[in-house]
Structures are given as C-alpha cells and as structure tokens.
C-alpha cells in the first residue's frame, strides 16, 4: 500500500519497501506517514453518502492517498482505535507482534471476535503456531551478522548501538548451530521439547537467556536502518525469521509453561538434501548439504489459547460446516456455551452412501497414481459407470479428481482426445476439437441410443455410457459454465429423456453450483 515514491521504486522488493519505510518512519522524515495525523478525508469524496465518507477497498485507499499524499497504511491503522467492526485476516489475530502493533490500539477485553467460514480454522490455526527453520536460513543470519560487523568495523562511531564483540559472538552463535544441525543424526521425529534442547545445545540460547539474545539481535537489525541503498536496503528477514523462531519456542512465562506447550508439538528433522545448502562464505560449511527443522503444532487450541488470554468479551465462530460441534469445540479448547446447529438441507433419506471399491467384473477400482497408467483400471471404471447409468434415473453428478485425469478418462473409454495426431502428425489442440466451436454444444454429447448401430461396431464404454444417458462435460473457463449448465437442463427436460450424466471437477466449479431440483442428480 506504499505510495511514497521514494521508497516504493519499480525494482524494490518487498524487504526493501519495509526497509526503507521503517527508516524514514523512525526519522519522521515520511511526509506521506507524517500527514497521517490529523488527517481527515473530505466528505465528498466519490461513492460518499449522505456527506459521510464511504468504505473504501485497498484500490479506492491507494487511489486516495496518491492524490492526498497521504499514506492509506497508517491512515487505515489509526482509524482502528475508534472503528467498531475492524476486518483483517487469521494471521493478524494469530500473530504477536501484529496484534502488538497493527492491532495494538484494539481494547481486547471489550471486543468480539468473530471467525467466519471457520471450517478451516483448525489447521490455521496450527500452522500459525508451527515454522520451519533450515540450515539456508542460519546462513542467511551469518551474512547479515556478517555484513552489520562490516558496517561496524567501518564506522565504529555505531558501536554506541551495539558492540562490536557482542556481533562477534553473535556470529559465533550462529555458526556453531549451523554446525550443530548438520551434524545431528539422520531423518527423524521427536517430542516437542526436543527443539529447546537443540537452541540449548546447539546455540546456548535458553528460556533464561532467550530475551537478551532477542535484543542483542534487534540491536544489530536497528543498525541497518542506518545504512541507505546497497545491500543492507534488503533489511535482515534471515533473523527476524530467527527471533520469531525463538519467540514461539521460549514465549511462556515460565520454562515450565514452556515444556508443557510443547508437548503439543512434534520436531522433524529432514535428511541431508543433495543440493547445496547455498551457505555463506562466512561458514566452515558452505559446500555441505542442508536440512530443516520442523516444529509442528498438532492442536490449535494453542493458538486459540493466546486469544482466550486477552480476555476478549466472546469468541464467535461460524460456518457451514463445523458438526459435529463437540469434537470441533474439543479441538479448539474453549467453551461454548451458546451454539446453533441447524438441519442440512439434505434429508437423511435423500442420500445413499457407498464406497464402490471393486467393478462389475470384480476387478479393483483404485485411483492411486500408480493405477493413473493401468489401461485395466480405465476399461473397469468405464464399465462400472455404464453400469451404473443403466439403472440410475435422471442427473449423475460424476466427479474426477482434476480436468487432467476427467480427460485422459474419456480418451481411454474411447471419446474425443486431446491430443490425437491429426494431419500431418500434428496434435488435434482442443478437446473439443470435433465439436463446433463458439458453441455450447462442444461439451455437451447427446443422447445416441447403441440399438441402430450397426452388428460389427465396436461399442466402447464411452458409446455404451452415450446410450444410456447424455454427457455434459464441466469447462474450464468460467465464462463458459452458464451454457453447460444450460445444456444440463435442456437434456434433462426433452421428452423421454433418459438422462444426463454430468461430468466435474472435485473443488472445481460444477461442485458449487446448486441443482435444487430432486431429479436433476439422483447420483
């Protein structure tokens, strides 16, 4: 949302707008951010009501603050104190230092937090509290350690920010759990607690420690800010990854609090990769491999627990799809002791749940990758869905696992390929190339009843599915879905119609289109 020129150029990277934002800022020598107090837009700006200023997006603030030379990000930011309903991602509210800054002027304990669409609230809410720390990254800290001892070195008037032997011994750190990681044993998975030995052992850094190691490295961040253009504009993103790294580790109060947290996390350690670990010139090992280690939350109420701290007057979450309620509230750790669970729009005797694992030959019916080339598995599947066709009235819904997989499908059961040689060895370019172009009808194939084919024919699975039911195939472009669908209907109502059989993707955008009619898919 930068839009101070100075600091937002055609070439800079993100690393370097923060950079250079945090510079100026701290200087005060941002006027955009300066202009920020005080600053009130006029009421008529366009799209205002009744002389009121209206809600802007990210493009209408961007816009706003060009032409008002005024920065949108801290402008948004210091409306927050007095807003009443305040939207921002999952990661604000997961993140410390975001709900410590960005979020900082929110009183906790008189607002309501409201998660919506929170089926995936869960795995959120484990992966916030979870990170990956590989040896790439200590070496991205070595060359930015590296490169402040170089600054100090050549102007030692900063050492009143930091000394130059506690750069030094920083360096040393780092270095030796470089070393330290490298060496430890093959690929394995440990207790959450293992990640404190490893900063105990490998760097010296524990709970008691921990917060002056922290300063120490924000010290040296702070130097940067310092320096204008060259490669020290990058900013230092090795440690800060580092120090965020150590802050979820050692964030109790107390070591013990700090043990029992991490029994809910399990440590992973990957084997050496064969690559090279693109290490700094600074390290002993810069022509070793590198590894990761994972620190993995395996319950969100860790997360969730940060929140219930700030005492915030309720928790609200809602969604389409959180039943059942008790294990979900078990998962999350908190109480909930108002809920609403509504009925399904399904009945329970509309529907019909089966794993069909073998055909109707008793052959197996798996889609594992390594199936994916079994031409058994294709003639099998297809068979089992003409089978299916032939008893089934009305709609099928049939899902394939991607457009790919749908393709190569229809291709083996003997419908229209994608890429079947044509003139002169050159691929056909569409999958529908048969079919008329610019027209709906190029994925739709029609009802063709197999009893006035001739007695010689072959009849593939694709022929045999066509003289059961149409086939309405789901299109890629979205543009497009409107007239499928449209083709869906049409078949469904012609007189002594057999049927159509409609073809999706999973997650795709047939599966979110809602057919409200009983007979439309009956399977």
Same mark, same amino acid.
């Given at each position: 949302?930068?839009?101070?020129?100075?600091?937002?150029?055609?070439?800079?990277?993100?690393?370097?707008?923060?950079?250079?934002?945090?510079?100026?800022?701290?200087?005060?020598?941002?006027?955009?951010?300066?202009?920020?107090?005080?600053?009130?837009?006029?009421?008529?700006?366009?799209?205002?009501?009744?002389?009121?200023?209206?809600?802007?997006?990210?493009?209408?603030?961007?816009?706003?603050?060009?032409?008002?030379?005024?920065?949108?990000?801290?402008?948004?930011?210091?409306?927050?104190?007095?807003?009443?309903?305040?939207?921002?991602?999952?990661?604000?509210?997961?993140?410390?230092?975001?709900?410590?800054?960005?979020?900082?002027?929110?009183?906790?304990?008189?607002?309501?937090?409201?998660?919506?669409?929170?089926?995936?609230?869960?795995?959120?809410?484990?992966?916030?509290?979870?990170?990956?720390?590989?040896?790439?990254?200590?070496?991205?800290?070595?060359?930015?350690?590296?490169?402040?001892?170089?600054?100090?070195?050549?102007?030692?008037?900063?050492?009143?920010?930091?000394?130059?032997?506690?750069?030094?011994?920083?360096?040393?750190?780092?270095?030796?759990?470089?070393?330290?990681?490298?060496?430890?044993?093959?690929?394995?998975?440990?207790?959450?607690?293992?990640?404190?030995?490893?900063?105990?052992?490998?760097?010296?850094?524990?709970?008691?420690?921990?917060?002056?190691?922290?300063?120490?490295?924000?010290?040296?961040?702070?130097?940067?800010?310092?320096?204008?253009?060259?490669?020290?504009?990058?900013?230092?993103?090795?440690?800060?990854?580092?120090?965020?790294?150590?802050?979820?580790?050692?964030?109790?109060?107390?070591?013990?609090?700090?043990?029992?947290?991490?029994?809910?996390?399990?440590?992973?350690?990957?084997?050496?990769?064969?690559?090279?670990?693109?290490?700094?010139?600074?390290?002993?090992?810069?022509?070793?491999?590198?590894?990761?280690? +994972? @620190?993995?939350?395996?319950?969100? #109420? *860790?997360?969730?627990? %940060? $929140?219930? !701290?700030?005492? &915030?007057?309720?928790?609200? /979450?809602?969604?389409?799809?959180?039943?059942?309620?008790?294990?979900?509230?078990?998962?999350?750790?908190?109480?909930?002791?108002?809920?609403?669970?509504?009925?399904?729009?399904?009945?329970?005797?509309?529907?019909?749940?089966?794993?069909?694992?073998?055909?109707?030959?008793?052959?197996?019916?798996?889609? +594992? @990758?390594?199936?994916?080339?079994? #031409? *058994?598995?294709?003639? %099998? $599947?297809? !068979?089992?869905? &003409?089978?299916?066709?032939? /008893?089934?009235?009305?709609?099928?819904?049939?899902?394939?696992?991607?457009?790919?997989?749908?393709?190569?499908?229809?291709?083996?059961?003997?419908?229209?390929?994608?890429?079947?040689?044509?003139?002169?060895?050159?691929?056909?370019?569409?999958?529908?190339?048969?079919?008329?172009?610019?027209?709906?009808?190029? @994925?739709?194939?029609?009802?063709?009843?197999?009893?006035?084919?001739?007695?010689?024919?072959?009849?593939?699975?694709?022929?045999?599915?066509?003289?059961?039911?149409?086939?309405?195939?789901?299109?890629?472009?979205?543009?497009?879905?409107?007239?499928?669908?449209?083709?869906?209907?049409?078949?469904?109502?012609?007189?002594?119609?057999?049927?159509?059989?409609?073809?999706?993707?999973?997650?795709?955008?047939?599966?979110?289109?809602?057919?409200?009619?009983?007979?439309?898919?009956?399977?």
């Amino acid at each position: 949302m930068c839009v101070n020129p100075k600091v937002k150029k055609a070439t800079s990277t993100a690393s370097e707008i923060n950079h250079d934002c945090n510079k100026l800022g701290k200087e005060r020598k941002c006027s955009y951010k300066n202009k920020v107090e005080g600053f009130q837009p006029p009421p008529n700006e366009s799209g205002s009501f009744n002389g009121m200023q209206p809600v802007m997006d990210m493009e209408d603030l961007v816009a706003m603050g060009k032409q008002r030379k005024v920065c949108p990000f801290y402008y948004t930011r210091a409306l927050v104190e007095e807003a009443e309903l305040v939207l921002v991602p999952y990661n604000y509210l997961f993140d410390k230092d975001a709900r410590s800054t960005t979020l900082a002027d929110i009183p906790w304990d008189n607002s309501v937090i409201i998660f919506d669409e929170a089926h995936n609230l869960e795995s959120f809410a484990s992966e916030s509290a979870s990170f990956d720390l590989s040896t790439l990254d200590i070496s991205k800290c070595i060359q930015e350690v590296s490169r402040a001892l170089g600054y100090v070195e050549a102007f030692p008037e900063h050492e009143n920010k930091i000394k130059k032997d506690n750069i030094v011994r920083l360096k040393s750190i780092f270095l030796r759990l470089e070393e330290y990681i490298l060496n430890m044993n093959n690929q394995a998975a440990h207790r959450g607690e293992y990640m404190m030995d490893i900063f105990q052992k490998g760097a010296s850094i524990t709970h008691t420690n921990h917060e002056l190691f922290i300063l120490e490295v924000r010290k040296l961040v702070d130097i940067f800010l310092e320096v204008q253009g060259g490669s020290n504009s990058k900013g230092a993103p090795g440690l800060d990854h580092f120090v965020q790294c150590v802050k979820r580790v050692y964030g109790e109060p107390t070591e013990a609090r700090c043990l029992a947290k991490a029994q809910s996390y399990r440590v992973h350690i990957t084997p050496k990769t064969n690559a090279a670990s693109n290490n700094s010139n600074y390290g002993k090992n810069n022509n070793t491999s590198g590894r990761t280690i +994972s @620190y993995w939350c395996f319950a969100p #109420s *860790e997360a969730m627990r %940060e $929140l219930a !701290n700030l005492k &915030v007057r309720s928790i609200l /979450v809602t969604s389409g799809t959180l039943a059942p309620l008790q294990s979900y509230a078990m998962e999350l750790d908190l109480p909930f002791p108002n809920t609403l669970e509504n009925p399904h729009i399904i009945e329970p005797d509309q529907i019909h749940v089966r794993v069909v694992g073998k055909g109707v030959s008793g052959k197996e019916l798996s889609s +594992s @990758y390594e199936r994916r080339q079994n #031409s *058994e598995y294709y003639t %099998e $599947l297809g !068979n089992t869905l &003409v089978a299916l066709s032939r /008893v089934i009235p009305g709609g099928m819904l049939i899902f394939f696992p991607s457009y790919g997989v749908m393709q190569t499908c229809i291709e083996r059961w003997g419908g229209p390929a994608t890429s079947r040689p044509g003139g002169q060895g050159k691929p056909v370019s569409s999958f529908f190339a048969a079919k008329k172009k610019n027209s709906s009808s190029r @994925y739709t194939f029609p009802y063709a009843p197999t009893t006035f084919r001739t007695s010689n024919e072959t009849l593939t699975p694709w022929k045999r599915l066509l003289g059961n039911k149409a086939v309405v195939l789901e299109p890629r472009s979205t543009s497009e879905l409107p007239d499928a669908i449209s083709e869906f209907h049409k078949y469904l109502k012609l007189p002594k119609s057999r049927g159509v059989a409609l073809f999706g993707v999973c997650r795709g955008k047939i599966s979110e289109v809602r057919l409200t009619l009983r007979h439309l898919g009956h399977s």
